[in-house]
Nanobody
Framework: HVQLVESGGGSVRPGGSLRLSCAAS????????MGWFRQGPGKDREGVAS??????TYADSVKGRFTISKDNAKNTLYLQMNSLKPEDTAMYYC?????????????????WGQGTQVTVS
């Protein structure tokens, strides 16, 4: 069973930066692919970025501003967020998938963290 714990959220001015972290535990085969998702006020949850050992994928809305990375030795997933905009305000969730398809589709992910709030204003 995988456990995911996010941290690093907070309040920031437009144009600012934050780095989110997701500490993962559990078998590594259960988290071949990991991703960040977000849900803004009054919006559906959407994919932000995903990563596996071969590639990364980003939503168009964050390309060039956000960077997903992972440190396998530390079992930690990161999301570096630069040039933040008010529309980036959301609860951000870390997710893990044991499957071989790594993308931004939520149904591919079977483990979720509790989320960390990011507010840009």
């Amino acid at each position: 069973h995988v456990q995911l714990v996010e941290s690093g959220g907070g309040s920031v001015r437009p144009g600012g930066s934050l780095r989110l972290s997701c500490a993962a535990s559990g078998p590594t085969y259960s988290r071949k692919c990991m991703g960040w998702f977000r849900q803004g006020p009054g919006k559906d949850r959407e994919g932000v970025a995903s990563i596996d050992d071969e590639s990364t994928t980003y939503a168009d809305s964050v390309k060039g501003r956000f960077t997903i990375s992972k440190d396998n030795a530390k079992n930690t997933l990161y999301l570096q967020m630069n040039s933040l905009k008010p529309e980036d305000t959301a609860m951000y969730y870390c997710a893990a998938s044991s499957g071989y398809i790594c993308n931004l589709l939520q149904y591919n992910y079977n483990e979720w963290g509790q989320g960390t709030q990011v507010t840009v204003s």
